[in-house]
C-alpha cells in the first residue's frame, strides 16, 4: 500500500537557523504534495503545498522541493522563529491523502 | 474557527462500549475524512466519503464503521472499545474527493477509553 516515510522524527535548531525535513513516498501516481502544521493541542493546518508537475514552490520563510524520479521532497524553513515549533506533517495523495509520522521541531532560543 | 464542526469533543467511556463521533464539514465542502491521532503518533488515515459515498478506505478496523449523510454531515461509529483506541479522531473536509484539495481539520474528539 501507499507509505510516507518523513525524517527526522524530533529536530533542534537555533532560532535564526534553517530547517530541513524530508520526506519519501512509495506511489509513483501520487501527484499532490501538501505540508501541514499542528501547534500543541491544535488542530492541523495546511503550510504550503506542491503539485506533481512543479519542482518548487516558495512562500516567503517557507520552500518545498519535489523530486519526482526519487519521489521525494522536503520542506525548507529559513530564518526560524519561535513560533515555527510545532509538529510538520508531510502526505502525499493518489486516491488517499497519506501523512507521514511527523516532525517535531523545536526552536532554541 | 475552520468551520469543520466536531462533537463531542471530549469522551471518557469503558471498554467494550460504543460511540458515536460527529463531523459536520466546511459550508460548500462535499468529502469527508477521518484521521485516528494517538500519542505520539501521526495521523492514520481511516476512511474518506465524497458526496455520501465511501470514496477511499485505510486501515480502519472492523468494529468501527462510518457514513456520510444526504445533508452530508458524517458520524464515525467505533465499537467493542479497547484501550488502544484512545486518541485524538479527526475529521477534516474538502471541496472534493480527489486531486489537489486542501483539507480543512476540525478541533478533534479526543476518545478515552477506561
Known amino acids: 500500500g501507499e507509505n510516507v516515510e518523513q525524517h527526522p522524527s524530533t529536530l533542534s535548531v537555533q532560532e535564526g537557523d534553517s530547517a530541513v525535513i524530508k520526506c519519501t513516498y512509495s506511489d509513483s501516481a501520487s501527484n499532490y504534495f501538501p505540508w501541514y502544521k499542528q501547534e500543541l493541542g491544535k488542530r492541523p493546518q495546511l503550510i504550503i503545498d506542491i503539485r506533481s508537475n512543479v519542482g518548487e514552490k516558495k512562500d516567503q520563510r517557507i520552500a518545498v522541493t519535489l523530486n519526482k524520479t526519487a519521489k521525494h521532497f522536503s520542506l525548507h524553513i529559513t530564518e526560524t522563529q519561535p513560533e515555527d515549533s510545532a509538529v510538520y506533517f508531510c502526505?502525499?495523495?493518489?486516491?488517499?491523502?497519506?501523512f507521514g509520522k511527523g516532525t517535531r521541531l523545536h526552536i532554541l532560543p | 474557527d475552520s468551520g469543520v464542526t466536531q462533537t463531542p469533543k471530549h469522551l471518557i467511556t469503558a471498554t467494550g462500549q460504543r460511540v458515536t463521533l460527529r463531523c459536520s464539514p466546511r459550508?460548500?465542502?462535499?468529502?469527508v475524512y477521518w484521521y485516528q491521532q494517538s500519542l505520539d503518533q501521526g495521523l492514520q488515515f481511516l476512511i474518506q466519503y465524497y458526496n455520501g459515498e465511501e470514496r477511499a478506505k485505510g486501515n480502519i478496523l472492523e468494529r468501527f464503521s462510518a457514513q456520510q449523510f444526504p445533508d452530508l454531515h458524517s458520524e464515525l461509529n467505533l465499537s467493542s472499545l479497547e484501550l488502544g483506541d484512545s486518541a485524538l479522531y479527526f475529521c477534516?473536509?474538502?471541496?472534493?474527493?480527489?486531486?489537489?484539495?486542501?483539507?480543512?481539520f476540525g478541533a478533534g474528539s479526543r476518545l478515552t477509553v477506561l
Open positions: 502526505a502525499s495523495r493518489d486516491d488517499k491523502i497519506i
Open positions: 459550508s460548500g465542502d462535499l468529502s
Open positions: 477534516a473536509s474538502s471541496q472534493t474527493g480527489f486531486g489537489a484539495n486542501v483539507l480543512t
